[in-house]
């Protein structure tokens, strides 16, 4: 077995955004945002706020997804692409703190 078959052998599976969509939605359904909207971008609210945007995108297999900077009807977004598993835990645990910043500001 040469090195580039030990390459393909450790390498990520490739990211399925779709499937990484569907999971993200779940998720931040469980951190009690309410979804809105029929289909893309999904927003989703806190206390009727927008605070979460997410759309597949277009070119490419990947996630485009977008966070407010605080809860507001007509929020300034921060706006990311997510790539990979990784990209995507690591912006869901970012929404997570950013959730309970805003909870400990109330």
Request: no cysteine.
């Amino acid at each position: 077995m040469s090195q580039d078959d030990l390459g393909d052998f450790f390498a990520l599976p490739a990211f399925k955004a779709d499937e990484a969509l569907v999971k993200l939605r779940r998720d931040l359904r469980e951190l009690k945002l309410t979804e809105r909207g029929a289909g893309s971008p999904w927003r989703y609210e806190l206390k009727g706020l927008a605070v979460v945007e997410l759309a597949l995108a277009a070119d490419a297999p990947q996630l485009s997804v977008a966070l407010a900077k605080k809860p507001s009807a007509r929020p300034e977004w921060g706006r990311h692409t997510l790539a990979s598993s990784a990209e995507v835990r690591k912006w869901l645990d970012g929404v997570k703190a950013q959730l309970k910043r805003w909870d400990d500001e109330d």
